[in-house]
């Protein structure tokens, strides 16, 4: 199991390469000028100008540049954002729990409904519920994101009134976060009410990122599911008169488990990178709308030291998932 | 009275062409302590008729019997519930591939183990020892080191004796092996079948071998039965089936055989089992056959007598009178 994840995380050297490459090429080739932003409608004299470019070091050649970037980044230092001047360490950490939090919630959601879902289709494949479910799945794949927001926004905030339209605990409760999840420290400051605040904030968010794993997560299911059923070990555990629920509980589900961990795993990534939409709309204070946000000021730093370290994520997020296979499956632990 | 008791036995499938009927009109007795063979080409019905007396035929199958009992249970009208309380306990089963007939994900001690828990309800220390017992007496060296392997880890053999022993885990009346050497190598065919027929002496319990194998059926069984197409064609105990089989196609299935060949080119039965949409409308076998007329061809022949094997057959072979002539 060691040789295995030191092979694993041998594969993260060139991987990680590549991304840093990337992520400094990404923003300088997008047009626009950070010190022009920066300058905004006043404009800057040509003077001002080449002492900033001189200031940011873009009078020197690419490639210094991105050796410059790169030693830092060895040395555990992504630089300062140009418009907070803030270290871009510092800034993607405070916001980084924000999204976590809300992702997790997210997959959590998606796993605890959509697992189940997915073997009771499997079972009654073909019956009302079968049919019901994976329609509604395909519905809720295809949907926008930003639409099924929105509505959701009008019914339960606006018409019902139920749930806080956006941000993440209500104005009244103030209290330190030293983890940086909502939940956690609203229940650790002791405040009345602030937990079920900070839950009542997190429940829209929750359901419109967990839209879409739910529904991949629920079709992957059953079709894993569907295979695994008509497998012989499957048949011998009827043969040993085990009940339907347990042969398609542990027998079964277990060895349909493989696929759906992968789809679980890749939505994990395209959470954390891609909760962008939904931080956008509930004005949640997280990685994705600072990253928006910094790719609108060509802040170069944030830029690529943020999709740096996202990438990292998804590259810690896949290793995990690489290792939850050897513990479901021994088969996989052995190659 | 015997142990498993089938009388008129049918299999329908529901496929997207149409019903395909699998298994066709079988009697089938089986008594305690004894060994039946039960030999056919592929798709002869032969696992599917006892799958169906399991209950573990997919839902496009509809099942129809006159009779279906075993040790006093009606199979045709017991409850889901009551089935898996006898299935896997009085009436076991073992498979042809051994390698994917057990869970890769579940060590093969845990997989023994479960049948010992839900059936006997014994204790964790009385199943741990109960499954060392179990894979000494199946042969499986170093038991408890074995327990806790996974079946990838293991040949086929070994995966086998692991079925077997699963299998007999609860001291079964009635052990079905469904081709149980097909998948193995030959040395360890050899081994297999002693194994299968040591426990039923020391067991007592009766043993159905489903096999394509007339070699393994000489070896081990004592009494033959036949099928062809879904239909039990003839059924003779192993000595008078191998001297003198009555119906043409057990005849031809013989001849086959490498070892009694006495000819430079090894006989073979020309033609093809008729599938769903070419069946003959008289006797099933009258198209491959050598001796078939026009009556053939247009009456289903009913079984023979007892004396002649119950063979499905208008002019069965090896009658006194034939021999006389």
Redesign the interface.
């Known amino acids: 199991m060691l040789n295995y994840v030191l092979s694993r995380l041998l594969t993260f050297v060139p991987t990680f390469l590549g991304v840093t490459l990337i992520s400094f090429a990404f923003i300088r080739v997008l047009p626009g000028d950070p010190i022009i932003v920066m300058a905004g409608e006043r404009g800057v004299s040509q003077e001002r100008y080449d002492q900033l470019a001189a200031q940011f070091g873009f009078d020197r050649p690419m490639y210094v540049q991105f050796w410059d970037y790169f030693t830092g980044v060895l040395q555990g230092d992504l630089g300062n954002s140009f418009v907070t001047k803030k270290p871009v360490w510092d800034e993607f950490f405070t916001l980084f729990p924000a999204t976590l939090e809300l992702s997790l919630c997210a997959m959590i959601l998606a796993i605890i409904l959509g697992l189940p879902a997915g073997v009771i289709a499997a079972v009654n494949r073909g019956k009302f519920f079968d049919r019901a479910l994976m329609s509604t799945a395909l519905v809720g794949y295809s949907m926008p994101i930003f639409w099924w927001a929105l509505l959701l926004i009008i019914v339960f905030s606006g018409n019902l009134g139920w749930t806080p339209v956006s941000g993440r605990i209500d104005l009244l409760y103030y209290f330190p976060d030293p983890t940086g999840f909502m939940l956690i420290d609203s229940l650790a400051s002791g405040q009345k009410g602030a937990f079920w605040s900070a839950i009542r904030h997190l429940i829209l968010p929750t359901i419109v990122l967990g839209t879409i794993p739910l529904a991949v997560i629920a079709r992957q299911t059953r079709s894993a599911m569907l295979e695994v059923l008509g497998?012989?070990?499957v048949?011998?555990?009827?043969?040993?008169?085990?009940?339907p629920g347990r042969i398609n509980s542990i027998?079964a589900l277990?060895?349909a488990l493989i696929p759906v961990i992968t789809v679980i795993g890749l939505s994990v990534g395209t959470l954390l990178a891609g909760a962008i939409l939904t931080e956008t709309i509930f004005s949640w204070p997280g990685i994705g709308k600072w990253m928006v946000d910094s790719i609108f000021r060509r802040d170069y730093p944030v830029v690529q030291g943020g999709l740096l370290l996202i990438a990292v994520m998804v590259m810690i997020v896949n290793l995990t998932v690489d290792m939850l296979y050897g513990l479901?499956?021994?088969?996989i632990r052995?190659r | 009275m015997s142990l498993l008791r089938i009388r008129n036995l049918s299999v329908d499938f529901a496929t997207a062409s149409g019903k395909f009927r699998a298994v066709d009109g079988v009697d089938q007795d089986v008594n305690t302590g004894e060994i039946l063979a039960i030999v056919g080409e592929s798709g002869s019905g032969k696992s599917v008729s006892m799958l169906a007396m399991?209950g573990?035929l997919p839902w496009t199958a509809t099942v129809t019997a006159d009779e279906m009992t075993f040790d006093g249970h009606d199979l045709l009208t017991i409850s889901k519930r009551e089935?898996?309380?006898?299935?896997?306990?009085d009436l076991?089963?073992i498979?042809q591939?051994p390698m994917?007939?057990?869970?890769?994900?579940?060590t093969v001690g845990w997989q023994i183990k479960?049948?010992l828990r839900?059936?006997l309800g014994l204790s964790r220390k009385a199943c741990h020892a109960r499954a060392v017992e179990l894979f000494e007496q199946v042969g499986i060296p170093d038991p408890e080191r074995r327990l806790s392997a996974?079946p990838?880890q293991m040949s086929g053999g070994m995966n086998q004796r692991v079925?077997i022993a699963?299998a007999i885990a609860c001291k079964p009346k009635l052990l079905i092996a469904d081709e149980p050497t097909t998948a193995l190598d030959v040395t360890i065919q050899a081994q297999i079948l002693d194994l299968l027929t040591s426990l039923r002496d020391d067991n007592g319990m009766g043993l159905v071998l489903i096999t394509h194998d007339m070699g393994v059926v000489a070896e081990t069984a004592e009494r033959v039965s036949v099928q062809y197409a879904g239909q039990k064609i003839e059924e003779q105990p192993v000595l008078p089936l191998f001297q003198s089989p009555h119906h043409p196609y057990t005849a031809a299935l013989l001849d086959a055989l490498p070892e009694r060949a006495t000819e430079k080119h090894l006989p073979t039965i020309p033609g093809m089992v008729p599938g769903q949409f070419d069946r003959p409308a008289g006797c099933l076998f009258s198209p491959r056959c050598k001796f078939a007329n026009s009556k053939c061809k247009a009456e289903q022949p009913a079984p023979q007598g007892p004396d002649l094997g119950h063979a499905r057959c208008f002019y069965p072979l090896n009658t006194d009178e034939r021999i006389a002539s």
């Open positions: 497998e012989d070990y048949r011998t555990a009827r043969a040993k008169g085990m009940s027998h277990r060895n479901i499956n021994p088969k052995k | 399991m573990l089935r898996r309380r006898v299935v896997g306990k076991a089963m498979f591939e994917s007939s057990l869970n890769p994900c579940f479960e049948t839900v059936h996974f990838h079925m699963m």
